[in-house]
């Protein structure tokens, strides 16, 4: 393993179901979900808040983490004007709300932001977005994911850390909190 970068992104959704992603840069980049790096001493939590609303303008409210995802690359391998390979991340993706119709502030310049219907992604996205989406739009809550940075690579499938019960003894694994009748998780609030 290379050395490991900690960082965060969300599955944002609107009223109407549908994910917010970025596509960063100019020519023809991918489209990933919102987020970034970990600062020092920064809980995922507060990351997740201050990165998406930094890239995206949007304030959010998070519902719950849908899991911790172990980006990789081939090993060794470096990519143009980087000396060495790129390093493993280590992504914690939560579930999220826009809060709002629209962003509390204008985006920078560079991210090109546009919604999407979770069953029909854009081709051109990026493999950790692909997976996160789909265990999202599957109701998955805690699992581990490993995910290779090389599209059409795959990875060992993902792995449910924990399952929620109903009063009732009935499983609700898998689904979002307020799909299991319950509140979102007060301790995502900043």
């Known amino acids: 393993m290379s050395a490991l970068t900690w960082a ?10 549908r994910v917010l992603l970025c596509r960063q840069g100019r020519g023809e980049r991918r489209y990933a979900l919102p987020g970034g790096r970990l600062r020092p001493a920064e809980s995922p939590v507060r990351a ?14 998070l519902v ?16 143009p004007g980087r000396v060495g390979p790129l390093p493993d991340v280590l992504v914690h993706v939560f579930r ?8 509390a502030a204008d985006p ?43 599209p059409g690579v795959a990875a060992p499938p993902a792995t449910t850390l924990w399952r929620a019960t109903d009063p009732d003894g009935r499983s609700g694994a898998g689904q979002p909190p307020e799909q299991r009748g319950e509140a979102a998780d007060p301790s995502l609030r900043p």
């Open 96 to 103: 999220a709300r826009a809060a709002g119709v629209q962003p």
């Open 108 to 150: 920078p310049p560079g991210c090109r932001l546009s919604w999407h219907s979770p069953d029909v992604l854009p081709e051109a996205v990026t493999p950790l977005t692909r997976a996160a989406v789909t265990d999202a739009r599957e109701g998955r809550s805690g699992v581990l994911h490993d995910v290779s940075r090389t």
């Open 48 to 61: 997740a808040l201050r990165d998406i609303r930094a890239e995206t303008g949007w304030d959010i409210d």
């Open 64 to 79: 719950d983490l849908v899991g911790v995802y172990h980006l990789t690359g081939p090993a060794g391998e470096a990519t």
């Open 8 to 17: 965060v992104a969300a599955v944002v959704t609107d009223d109407t179901g």
